[in-house]
């Protein structure tokens, strides 16, 4: 029997690593983090223990590159998605795409992308990974087609926005519902709310302003006239009409029936 070629081999262990990174994101979903073993990860993925270290320094670091590869995964068949985005509109909407396969994540495996923000925000921080960059690069490629003159700046951006979003959808005690959350990015971005993939329209939250307009910003509110001199209209003391001057000083006016 001869041997396997370089190249068969470096697809047996790009399998191997693959299943180790769905049993993962699997088992982490299923059980939680705490409960799930670097043994339990190798028996779901049908491989050696030994393997996983091989491949991975320790559990934090797999988890990262497992939910990363999955972000990846469904970005990548949600800008795949027939029919493909084309013409002039295509940018507005493979960003609608992306904002929405994001969210639905939040929405939809809420026990795993909980863990994943959670570890992020641990000593170890944001880990570098192959798969990390793959998710960057989608990313990027997206502001790209929508217009960005500044990709790296804006990327960097819209990765905070999403990551923002996701630790509202899943703060616990306080969860903000994940239509809304899309409503206020399509309005930052100016998407028209039918783009990418809407929520039921029984989510409670409004659709953004027609046409996708961003929101401006508020006016400063108008000087007061100034007052007018001593001995003119308008100076002078008050007509007492009956409202309790000390009243007034000290809060708001109570309404009276």
């Given at each position: 029997m001869s041997p396997r070629s370089a190249s068969v081999n470096e697809e047996l262990r790009r399998r191997s690593q693959q299943r180790l990174l769905q049993a993962t994101v699997d088992l982490v979903d299923e059980y939680g983090y705490e409960a799930t073993t670097l043994a339990n990860i190798a028996d779901r993925a049908g491989a050696a223990r030994g393997l996983v270290s091989y491949y991975f320094p320790g559990k934090r670091q797999l988890l990262q590159s497992a939910v990363h590869r999955l972000m990846h995964t469904e970005l990548a068949a949600a800008l795949a998605r027939e029919p493909v985005p084309t013409g002039d509109d295509a940018g507005r909407e493979r960003l609608a795409r992306a904002i929405d396969a994001i969210l639905g994540l939040?929405?939809?495996?809420?026990?795993?992308m909980r863990t994943h923000m959670a570890g992020i925000l641990q000593a170890e921080g944001f880990i570098q990974c192959a798969e990390q960059q793959r998710l960057?690069?989608?990313l990027r490629?997206?502001?790209?087609a929508y217009g960005s003159d500044d990709p790296d700046t804006d990327y960097r951006l819209l990765r905070a926005l999403l990551m923002g979003a996701v630790v509202a959808v899943l703060l616990p005690g306080a969860p903000m519902p994940t239509a809304r959350l899309r409503a206020e990015l399509f309005h930052r971005y100016g998407l028209d709310w039918?783009?990418?993939?809407p929520p039921?329209?029984?989510?409670?939250?409004?659709?953004p302003p027609a046409g996708g307009a961003p929101r401006q910003k508020p006016a400063p509110p108008a000087s007061p006239p100034p007052a007018p001199p001593a001995g003119q209209a308008g100076s002078g003391p008050v007509p007492d009409n009956g409202t309790d001057a000390d009243a007034e000083a000290d809060g708001p006016a109570v309404s009276r029936s």
């Open positions: 939040a929405r939809d495996r809420p026990r795993l960057a690069e989608l490629e997206t502001v790209v039918e783009l990418g993939d039921p329209s029984s989510d409670d939250a409004p659709e």
